[in-house]
């Protein structure tokens, strides 16, 4: 299954926008909780770590998109 996920595409619609960054945010301070393949499409640069440098890899990809 892990084969398919996107990375940055936290909702898994197939489409990377600001909903994913809404949700990466909810995530990042703690205001909503995220299933084992929303936390491996979360992780944009790939340190194990979700944070503001994903988030902001993420918005990087969507305006360059």
Do not use: H, R
């Not at 084969?3 to 703690?30: A, K, M, Q, W």
């Amino acid at each position: 299954m892990f084969e398919d996920i996107t990375l940055g595409d936290v909702n898994f619609d197939s489409s990377l926008d600001v909903i994913d960054i809404v949700l990466l945010v909810s995530y990042i301070i703690g205001s909503s909780e995220f299933n084992q393949n929303q936390v491996i499409a979360s992780d944009l640069n790939e340190d194990n770590s979700i944070d503001v440098l994903d988030t902001v890899s993420l918005i990087n990809i969507i305006l360059n998109q």
